[in-house]
């Protein structure tokens, strides 16, 4: 697996140290994936394993706990932009939160970070966040990094 925080590793340390999170255990993501018949997106199954979830800035990055009711919303949730707005069909997963109320998406095709808008008033309820989960978590830790020094 590419994974760009492993390459970022003191950085992220730094950052979590001043966090209270802790990593969720592998029993948790796995009875997380049975439930709901699904599997975390890697980057996101790996930062929870050894950091545990964040909320440096928005966007936040959903726990086991929060997905516990943050995914089965989303499903459902959706399933109504899909026919309010006729999207194709898109491999989707959430895996944080902005303050809006808006969610952050993975696709899964793709590996771009999207927020899915809580009240859109165009066309298109998607923005573009980040290139990929990693790239967003990389800024998050450069930013906080930087405000503590």
Request: hydrophobic content about 40%.
């Amino acid at each position: 697996m590419d994974n760009k925080l492993l390459d970022n590793l003191e950085l992220l340390k730094e950052a979590y140290a001043r966090t209270d999170r802790i990593p969720e255990t592998e029993e948790a993501i796995h009875a997380f994936e049975e439930k709901y018949d699904c599997q975390l997106p890697s980057s996101y199954r790996w930062l929870l394993l050894h950091f545990g979830s964040c909320h440096f800035l928005d966007p936040w990055i959903n726990s086991i706990r929060d997905l516990d009711w943050a995914y089965p919303s989303f499903v459902e949730n959706y399933k109504e932009y899909e026919r309010a707005y006729e999207l194709a069909p898109r491999r989707l997963f959430p895996v944080g939160g902005m303050g809006d109320g808006s969610t952050v998406v993975e696709d899964l095709e793709t590996g771009q970070l999207l927020i899915l808008l809580h009240d859109c008033a165009g066309d298109d309820p998607f923005e573009e966040l980040a290139g990929s989960f990693d790239e967003l978590i990389l800024e998050q830790i450069n930013m906080v990094n930087q405000f503590e020094e």
